[in-house]
């Protein structure tokens, strides 16, 4: 069974950079058969996506996010990582590490996201 | 702002039947993208409910049910139970944005 577990600094002061970084275990970051994701939560408020890493080093961002987010995978330590610059309050929230899995049924493929870390909370605040 | 569009909030009584309703546009949903449903319970990460539209992951009981038509996709639950209480969101995939899409988001209570 899959597992996912976010790290990283829970306070981040206004102008600096958020990093977060998310322990897989139960498959690898490796495989093709997934995309890892990250996903943020306002307080209060609906899921963003922010952005995909894939095994070949590829990466896929929220266009409004797009000049501020990189999303990397470190097969070596089976996790990947969230760097988000120049952070405003508006960053606060919830942040989910999520695989995208494959599911095949009836000759057709889906791609949701069917397993999430239990999300780790970052504030930015002075 | 998100472009899946839900009801803010639903509710029915127990044993009752609800309909949660997720609007999209031609890039997504009405572009044939598929459609996911995640249950949110407070203070707990999403959990898939449903995905490609109408399946069930193991697990999950056959009181929730999806369709999807034109733009706009359904997650239906009958016979609700008390643990039924929570958010509920629909996900697609959306041309413009090249990425994943949520809605905003439904709370079903459960009176």
């Known amino acids: 069974q899959v597992q996912l577990q976010e790290s990283g600094r829970g306070l981040v002061q206004p102008s600096e950079t958020l990093s977060l970084t998310c322990a897989v275990s139960?498959?690898?970051?490796?495989?093709?058969?997934?995309?890892w994701a990250w996903i943020r939560q306002s307080p209060g408020k609906g899921l963003e996506w922010i952005g995909i890493?894939?095994?070949?080093?590829?990466?896929y961002y929220n266009p409004s996010l797009r000049s501020r987010v990189t999303i990397s995978a470190d097969p070596s330590q089976n996790e990947f990582s969230l760097t988000l610059t120049s952070v405003t309050a508006a960053d606060t929230g919830v942040y989910y590490c999520a695989r995208q899995g494959r599911f095949c049924t009836g000759g057709s493929c889906y791609t949701p996201f069917d397993s999430w870390g239990q999300g780790t909370l970052v504030t930015v605040s002075s | 702002q998100s472009v899946l569009t839900q009801p803010p909030s639903v509710s029915g009584a127990p044993g009752q039947s609800v309909t949660i309703s997720c609007s999209g546009t031609s890039s997504n949903i009405g572009a044939t993208y598929d459609v996911h449903w995640y249950q949110q319970h407070p203070g707990m990460a999403p959990k898939l409910l449903i995905y490609?539209?109408?399946h069930r992951p193991s697990g999950v009981p056959d009181r929730f049910s999806g369709s999807k038509s034109g733009t706009t996709a359904s997650l239906a639950i009958t016979g609700l139970q008390a643990e039924d209480e929570a958010d509920y969101y629909c996900q697609s995939f959306d041309s413009r944005l090249s990425g994943s899409l949520f809605g905003g988001g439904t709370k079903l209570a459960v009176l």
């Open positions: 490609g539209n109408k």
């Open positions: 890493t894939y095994y070949d080093g590829s990466s």
């Open positions: 139960g498959a690898s970051v490796n495989d093709r058969s997934y995309f």
